[in-house]
């Protein structure tokens, strides 16, 4: 079997001692099989990043952005091969697929305008003919570790950013769907990137701590489950390094008695199943004030469910593929039966979705539930999959206070045609990404992208302005020069501006 291995000084290589098995979710074959770098692979991999990085950082951030510009074009002309690689490994539907890549490369847009981005700070006189500015510096060697979600798109979330900026790269992708990720950083050599400055490396908690504990890695960007961010967190920081670790989300969509409902119902449909909601933006919960909603938001929720398809990537009519793994469709339907056995109704039962074709597939239907409350089991954990839950309270006071004590506070939506009400509500919502009738309010790659509570450990957040700040360090410098023969006597009071 194929075996898919690392990008290391430029080409692929492979130490294949120990493999994973990679498999296509809608047939839930085994379709290929990924290396798990060992320790040696990885700190091999990190004294190359180390040894290219004096003359990348040293190379004009406009010849860097170039790189770049032709890396997009790049991952344009490619783009169908892309999304095939995500569809077959991940199961999400191509026109879904084709949208991940899309946000990915505004991301490397972005990236293009690294000359203006590093542009340093200038006082001129902040003393008598002394002069003061601050630079960024790229930080040296940094790496990124991303889950299986978004294979093209999060891991482009960091390094053309970290990259532009000066620095070497190293990422290391989910190993449940490799092979796009690979793919995509293969191109950058084509776009003109020497080698040494992208690296990939596959495998798993292994090759992770290498990267977390050794020295020579300056910075660690994670995105994945909410556990393994804040290890990720911990031992960054405990080993000296700057970390930003976005986690798990459980997102809640207020949905006022004022609603449009037809159109919150159309959002939600998405928002909620789109990706077989393995979005950690996924509208899992909406919160119907008042029965009156709560009735109309069930009624015609079922009944657009009716026509949900769901099925292989590579069908453009279906409207979603299969979960991830067969563990991942067990721990899904695990959770509607814990919700059943709480005392929930289950309105619309995905649990057992016929596929023609494809009954090995690991998929689950779209499943909604009513009469949901706090006190379930699937309504504090992330479920990650196509499932939505309605809990029915009777003000807006008593929904917003339901999303302000979740653990999580990754994005949040109200569907209203109040203003006020929905001023109030993006004023005093205790979650980092917030919409307005807007169902996924994803930032787009000029803004940044983070959680709140226990959505994000760190201060800064993904992509956009606060990347630039997280993937260089700020130096000020203060200069004079003196005349010749001007000779100052020694100061022992503290300087200030006489
Ligand atoms: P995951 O946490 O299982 O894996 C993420 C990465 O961590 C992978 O590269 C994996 O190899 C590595 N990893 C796993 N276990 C590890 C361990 N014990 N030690 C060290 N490394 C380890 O996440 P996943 O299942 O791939 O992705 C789904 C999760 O990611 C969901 O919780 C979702 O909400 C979250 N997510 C969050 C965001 C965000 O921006 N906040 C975006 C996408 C996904």
Known sequence: ?????????????????????????????????????????????????????????????????????????????????????????HGKISHDAAGELQRGIENVEYACGAPELLKGEHSK???????????????????GITPFNFPAMVPLWMFPMAIACGNCFILKPSERDPSSTLFIAQLLKEAGLPDGVMT?????????????????????????????????????????KRCQALGGAKNHAIIMPDAD????????????????????????????????????????MTAAMASLKVGVFSESSNDFGPVITSQ???????????????????????????????SDGFFVGGTLIDNVTPEMVSYKEEIFGPVLQVVRVETMQQAMDLINDHEYGNGTCIFTRDGEAARYFSDHIQVGMVGINVPLPVPVAYHSFGGWKRSLFGDLHAYGPDAVRFYTKRKTITQRWPSAGVREGAEFSMPTMK
């Not at 692929?12 to 990924?34: H, K, L, M, S, Y």
């Not at 990706?275 to 009156?292: H, I, K, P, Q, T």
């Not at 721990?331 to 494809?358: C, F, L, M, S, W």
């Open 125 to 143: 006189n902040v003393g008598p003919n002394i002069d003061s500015w601050s630079e960024f510096q790229p930080l040296g060697v940094v790496a």
């Open 200 to 240: 990939v490396i596959n495998g798993d908690k292994v090759a992770v701590d290498v990267l977390l504990t050794d020295q020579r890695v300056k910075a660690v960007s994670f995105v994945g489950s909410t556990p393994i961010a804040e290890y990720i967190y911990a031992t960054a920081n405990a080993n000296g």
């Open 1 to 89: 079997m194929n075996i898919i291995g690392h990008l290391i000084n430029g080409e692929i290589c492979t130490d294949a001692a120990r493999t994973q098995d990679v498999f296509n979710p809608a047939t839930g074959e085994a379709i290929r099989q990924v290396a798990l770098a060992s320790v040696e692979t990885v700190e091999q991999a990190i004294t190359i990043a180390e040894a290219a990085f004096p003359k990348w950082r040293n190379t004009p951030p406009i010849k860097r952005a170039r790189v770049m510009f032709r890396f997009k074009e790049l991952l344009e002309a490619n783009s169908d091969k892309i999304c095939k690689m995500i569809g077959e490994e």
């Open 328 to 358: 991942h469709r067990d721990k899904v339907v695990g959770y509607i039966n814990h919700a059943e056995e709480q005392g929930a109704t289950i309105v619309v039962d995905g649990r057992n979705p016929e596929v023609e074709g494809y």
């Open 261 to 300: 409902m037809d159109n919150a119902v159309n959002q939600l449909l998405g928002a909620a199943f789109g990706s077989s909601g393995e979005r950690c933006m996924a509208l899992s919960v909406a919160v119907a004030v008042g029965d009156v909603a709560a009735d109309a938001l069930i009624t015609k």
